[in-house]
C-alpha cells in the first residue's frame, strides 16, 4: 500500500514539474515599436561603415545596447509608409495590400478580425501558457482583445498620446511634460507586466507600441535642456524631437534593466523598430531640399525609401553580438518570424506574405523564404503633402521598383548603391536593354500580385480623403 502510494505521489510531482517546464519551455517576446522614426533617427549606424546612416544630433544609448548585443538589420521594411496599414501588417503577417487596408482612420469591416490568426493567437496555439499584452497606441480599426491580447490599453490612438489634429503650430512646437506621449506610463505598465508574467512563471509576448515620435512634440524639461546646449547636427536639428527621443530611450533601458533584474535575459527576445519613416521635415514640406531621412529619399506618405525603410534590432537567445544584415526584411516577415523561433515551423495560417528570417538570426542562411515574391507597397490615393501621385513598389533583392498610376511612368533603382534613389536605371545608356526587361520583370511581378489579392485600385480624383473601400470601389 505505501508502495502504491509512493508511486502516485512520484507521478503527481512529475506532472506538476513537466507543467512547470512547459511553462518555461517557450521564449518571451518583447515588441516596441515607435511612432514615425527614420531609419536613421537613432545612434545606431544602419550601415556599418557610413557615418550617414545614424542621427548626427539625437542620442540613444540603450537602443545601441539592443544593437550590440543582437543583429542590425539594415534593409528592413515598415508594411506602409503611414501607420495603420503597417500596424495591421504586423499582427496577420500579410501586406496591407492582400489586406485591403491602405490608409489612416479607414473603415475595416471587410476584414475579419475575430476570424484572423495573429501574432498571439498563433503562440497560443504553441503553447496555452502565453501571456500577452499591448500598452500605448494600438491604432487600428478594432480592439486589442479581439486579437488574442490579455491585457491592453484598449483601441487607442494619437490622440490618446496627445495629438492636435487641428493645430500645426501646437503639434510642432516644443512642450514640457513629466510623462511626455506617455512614455514612461506606458513603460511602467510594460515592467509590471513582465514582473507578473516572471512570477507566474509563464511565458509572455509584450509589444509596448510608443506614441513618441510622432507629434505633438513633448520631452521632460532636463532632457529639453540637453539638447538646447547641445551643438545640432547637419541633417537633425530640433531640438523637441532630440529630446522626445532621448526620453523614448530611458524607457527602452528601463525595459532592459528590468529584464537583467528578474534574470529574464537568457530567453527573451528584444525587437525595437518604428512602424514609418519620420516625417521629412516640420517646416512647410514645399520647401525642404533635404529631408531628415537623407540620405534616403523623402519621408511618410511615400513608398520611397525615406517613407518606408526603418531601424530594425534584434537581441535574444542565439543571436550571436554585433550582427549585421543586409537582407531585406519587411513587417510581413514578423509574425513568422516569432513563431519560428517559438518552437513551431508549421504555420496554421493561409495566405501569409511574410517568411521567417530565423536562419539569418542564427547565420545559417542570408535569404527568406516567401510564398510572395520581393517585398510589395501599395499608396493608391493622390497625397497632397506627399509625391502626390497614387503609386505601388516591390523590392526585390537589391533592386526596387516605383510604379506611378496616373500615367504608368516606372522607375528602377538599385538601393544598395542609390540609397537617395537617384539614378532610374531605366533611363541609363549602359546596360539599357538588360535593366528595362528587369524593369519589365518586377513590374509584371507587382501587378500580377495586386490582381491576385484584389488590391484596391487608383482612379483619377481618388485622394487621401477617401476612407471607406465602397468609395474606391475598384479593384486590380
Not at 518583447?30 to 542620442?59: C, H, P, R
Not at 521635415?281 to 517613407?307: C, F, H, M, V
Not at 495566405?351 to 545559417?364: A, T
Request: glycine share 6%; proline share 4%.
Amino acid at each position: 500500500m505505501y508502495i502504491r502510494f509512493f508511486i502516485v505521489v512520484l507521478s503527481f510531482l512529475s506532472i506538476l514539474h513537466l507543467n512547470s517546464q512547459n511553462k518555461k519551455s517557450n521564449p518571451n517576446f518583447i515588441f516596441i515599436l515607435a511612432d514615425d522614426q527614420g531609419w536613421n533617427g537613432t545612434s545606431v549606424k544602419m550601415i556599418k561603415n557610413n557615418n550617414l546612416s545614424k542621427s548626427d544630433f539625437y542620442e540613444t544609448p540603450n537602443i545601441e545596447k539592443i544593437a550590440s548585443k543582437g543583429m542590425v538589420f539594415s534593409s528592413a521594411y515598415a508594411g506602409a509608409p503611414v501607420c495603420a496599414p503597417s500596424r495591421y501588417s504586423i499582427q496577420f503577417g500579410q501586406t496591407p495590400a492582400r489586406l485591403k487596408m491602405i490608409r489612416v482612420g479607414m473603415n475595416t469591416d471587410h476584414i475579419d478580425h475575430e476570424k484572423k490568426t495573429s501574432i498571439v493567437k498563433q503562440l497560443k496555439l504553441i503553447n496555452t501558457n502565453y501571456k500577452t499584452a499591448h500598452f500605448g497606441k494600438w491604432g487600428m480599426d478594432s480592439n486589442p482583445a479581439t486579437f488574442g491580447y490579455d491585457e491592453s490599453d484598449g483601441a487607442s490612438k494619437n490622440k490618446d498620446g496627445v495629438f492636435n489634429y487641428n493645430s500645426n503650430e501646437l503639434q510642432w512646437s516644443n512642450n514640457i511634460d513629466i510623462d511626455p506621449k506617455k512614455i514612461f506610463s506606458i513603460t511602467k505598465k510594460a515592467t509590471d507586466f513582465i514582473e507578473k508574467s516572471a512570477n507566474e512563471n509563464v511565458p509572455f509576448f509584450l509589444q509596448i507600441s510608443h506614441y513618441a515620435i510622432h507629434s505633438d512634440i513633448f520631452a521632460r524639461e532636463n532632457t529639453y535642456k540637453k539638447f538646447y546646449n547641445k551643438k545640432p547636427g547637419e541633417i537633425h536639428k530640433n531640438i523637441g524631437l532630440a529630446a522626445m527621443t532621448f526620453d523614448l530611450d530611458i524607457s527602452v533601458g528601463i525595459i532592459l534593466d528590468k529584464l537583467k533584474e528578474l534574470d529574464l535575459e537568457k530567453n527573451t527576445y528584444v525587437i525595437y523598430t518604428s512602424d514609418n519613416g519620420s516625417v521629412p521635415i516640420i517646416i512647410p514640406r514645399k520647401y525642404y531640399n533635404q529631408s531628415y531621412n537623407y540620405p534616403l529619399k523623402r519621408g511618410k506618405w511615400d513608398a520611397t525609401e525615406g517613407g518606408i525603410r526603418i531601424p530594425f534590432f534584434i537581441m535574444g537567445p542565439g543571436i550571436e553580438e554585433n550582427k549585421y544584415s543586409s537582407t531585406p526584411i519587411s513587417f510581413s516577415d514578423i509574425l513568422p518570424t516569432i513563431i519560428d523561433l517559438a518552437g513551431d515551423k508549421k504555420l496554421k495560417i493561409d495566405n501569409l506574405d511574410g517568411g521567417s528570417f530565423k536562419k539569418i538570426l542564427f547565420q545559417k542562411k542570408n535569404k527568406i523564404n516567401r510564398k510572395t515574391r520581393g517585398i510589395i507597397f501599395h499608396v493608391p490615393y493622390e497625397n497632397k503633402i506627399a509625391l502626390e501621385r497614387a503609386h505601388s513598389a516591390i523590392i526585390l533583392d537589391t533592386l526596387k521598383l516605383i510604379k506611378f498610376y496616373d500615367n504608368n511612368e516606372v522607375n528602377l533603382f538599385d538601393i544598395r548603391n542609390d540609397l537617395n534613389e537617384d539614378i532610374d536605371l531605366t533611363l541609363q545608356t549602359s546596360n539599357n536593354m538588360v535593366n528595362r526587361e528587369k524593369a519589365k520583370e518586377l513590374e509584371e511581378m507587382l501587378d500580377s500580385y495586386l490582381s491576385k489579392v484584389k488590391a484596391p485600385k487608383w482612379k483619377p480624383g481618388i485622394t487621401w480623403k477617401e476612407n471607406p473601400l465602397r468609395i474606391i470601389n475598384s479593384y486590380h
